[in-house]
């Protein structure tokens, strides 16, 4: 089979590379990357001398690109590309209506004119919007879109026109909402990775308000487990929700569990001014689970644990983005003010 990756030096995508190819070598990926901030070739380096495995630096609004791209026989299109970071959507929503809409736009037209098996969508369960406070409510495939910031809106707007390609035009598609991942190759600027590289670096954690609320963490391996289950039985036209084992972990648990593996103490935490539109998840696997079989493997703290480890032993990879996502946060605080 042969599979364009969109977004494949990102943190999800090149996790997906990595395991597909390893769970199935006579599959050949293109990945198609424009090489944004996020974007990190380290992340490929022991995929790059693998054959089945091609790099093609480029937009996916590039309609022409695109197209030359897809006349190579493609099969299938897993679509991580896009814009993910809630605050700086803030910052800049232009920059997420042009590539999480226009952009997916761009990709369905070429795969309508191909005929793919398969457009799988990533997408996240921040379209839902939010959870109350004492809630056990949980984000279902049937739950109403209700998103809160400029960067889940343009997620449910592409969520909509993969939708609309499978019935007006009979598109295969799939969609996938999926909650917060975390794991190694995750960019410094995410609540993880950031309050793990802070650690490592003599910096505190930073705590949005008082750290009450809460999410739903998903590890990128079972994440990627669950598309491989989805793109080898899930069915067209479906929707799947992906979460992780543990429901409604608060931000406050989450870093004192961060600080007791690390060896350090509540002392390393400063709490900050809350973010605006600052939202709850939580996400029932039930429909995937029944339907397809897949379940969660990592429960958090063993995949803290993991993705501790991993951050330890590999600084020299996310140095460089670090210093950027810290100038980032400097330059938001300001705006704030």
């Given at each position: 089979m042969k599979i364009l990756i969109t977004g494949g030096l990102g943190f999800i995508g090149s996790n997906f590379i990595?395991?597909?190819l390893q769970q199935h070598p006579n599959d050949e990926i293109i990945n198609l990357d424009k090489v944004t901030y996020a974007?990190?070739?380290?992340?490929?380096?022991?995929?790059?001398?693998?054959?089945n495995y091609s790099f093609v630096r480029g937009d996916i609004g590039d309609a022409q690109l695109v197209d030359k791209i897809m006349a190579q026989g493609i099969e299938t299109i897993v679509h991580f590309a896009a814009e993910s970071?809630?605050?700086?959507?803030?910052?800049?929503?232009?920059?997420f209506v042009k590539t999480n809409v226009l952009g997916t736009y761009v990709l369905l037209n070429a795969a309508a004119k191909y005929g793919v098996k398969r457009f799988?969508?990533?997408s996240t369960d921040e379209v839902f919007g939010s959870i109350d406070f004492g809630s056990k409510k949980q984000f279902s495939e049937n739950t109403p879109y209700d998103p809160s910031s400029p960067y889940s809106a343009s997620k449910a707007s592409?969520?909509?026109l993969v939708r609309s390609f499978y019935k007006t035009f009979g598109l295969p598609i799939t969609i996938s909402n999926c909650?917060?991942?975390?794991g190694p190759y995750q960019h410094p600027e995410k609540m993880i990775p950031r309050s793990i590289?802070?650690?490592?670096?003599?910096?505190?954690?930073?705590?949005?308000?008082?750290?009450?609320?809460?999410?739903?963490?998903?590890?990128?391996?079972?994440?990627?487990?669950?598309?491989?289950?989805?793109?080898l039985k899930g069915k067209i036209g479906e929707t799947y929700c992906v979460g992780g084992l543990k429901k409604g972990t608060s931000n406050i648990d989450l870093v004192k569990t961060i600080l007791e593996i690390m060896g350090k103490t509540e002392k390393d935490i400063e709490y900050v001014a809350d973010r605006p539109a600052h939202d709850n998840y939580a996400v029932s696997w039930d429909k995937i689970s029944k339907e397809l079989g897949w379940k969660p493997k990592y429960d958090l703290e063993s995949g803290l644990e993991q993705t501790i480890k991993w951050y330890t032993e590999n600084q020299d990879w996310y140095?460089?983005?670090?210093?950027?996502?810290?100038e980032f946060y400097i330059k938001l605080n300001k705006i704030k003010k």
């Open positions: 990595r395991y597909w974007a990190n070739f380290k992340s490929m380096v022991d995929v790059e001398s693998n054959l970071h809630v605050d700086r959507s803030i910052d800049d929503p232009s920059l799988h969508h990533i592409s969520d909509h909650s917060n991942n975390y590289t802070n650690l490592l670096t003599g910096q505190k954690i930073k705590v949005y308000g008082k750290g009450l609320n809460f999410r739903d963490w998903l590890h990128v391996e079972d994440h990627c487990s669950a598309i491989e289950a989805i793109l140095q460089d983005t670090k210093r950027e996502a810290e």
